[in-house]
């Protein structure tokens, strides 16, 4: 495929004082909510030994997005001027206090969020979502990043910029144009199939994603299970780190365990039923709520 060659390279910073409750880069993209990103050196899922951190590196709209976190602020690179790219990517404008504030007194959510002081939720879109989450079935965070990875360096278009070429995240066309063989040659396994179907589905509009986040919350969820490898938990991962929806609660082995050892009263027949009362349990911000549970259990 031909590289795309750009050169110029725009920076910037946004202060610490301007987020309301400031961010943990490292806990925010490497706790499984988001396979885009990789780290320059190479070490995503370590914690950075210092400040400035590495840089966090992607590709969105066509530009190269480079962030890396400082004393005092985020400090940003681009192809172009990305700042609003990085702003919505990583929901800077949310107030983390606030949010994390209403979430439940029990004494596991209140570890969580001590632990983990500074991680946001992030915003792909429920294309990359859907994708990515359909790769993670049966699968553990580290190796579900080195899939998504790898089909984007094989399958994705390269940007080079200031010497390093970057990859962006496949379209709908570039994989509906794979093989299953070419997509299980990425690690991809017995979820190919998946991925082929639903990307053809896409690249001839036969099924077009949900478009408006402003239709109900479950609505979408069933919308999205029309595509091949896509029950309610991946669904819903697509919803919370894709579209943004602040509702969904993925009811991954996680959760479920939290739900058992923690919040039994949630404990329902049905996955449906679940949700319903797990995301009553956890409060006005549900998807916050969960996401802090998950990686604290998944990492403690």
Known sequence: MKIQEVSNVVSGSIPFDELSGGIDLYRTLASGQTYRWR???????????????????????GAVIRVRQEETSLHWQGSRDIEEHVR???RLEDNLPN????????????????????????VDSLYIGLISFICSTQMHVERIHKMVQTLMREVGTPIKLDGRTYYAFPTP??????????LRACGLGYRAPYVRETAQA???????LPSTPHTEYEQLREQLTIYPGVGPKVADCALLFGMGCLEPVPLDRWIQRAIRDHFPSCDRDSYAETSRAIRSYLGPYPGYAQTYLFHHLRTS
């Open 88 to 90: 919505h990517m990583l």
């Open 39 to 61: 780290r320059e050196d190479g070490h995503l899922f370590e914690p950075p030994t210092s400040l400035p951190t590495p840089w966090y590196e992607t590709v969105a709209e």
């Open 173 to 182: 066309e570039q994989l509906a144009a794979c093989s299953e063989a070419e």
């Open 202 to 208: 896409l690249a001839c509009d036969e099924a077009p």
């Open 99 to 122: 949010i994390l504030e209403q979430g439940p007194t029990d004494d596991i959510y209140q570890e969580a969020i001590e632990a983990h002081r500074g991680m946001r939720l992030v």
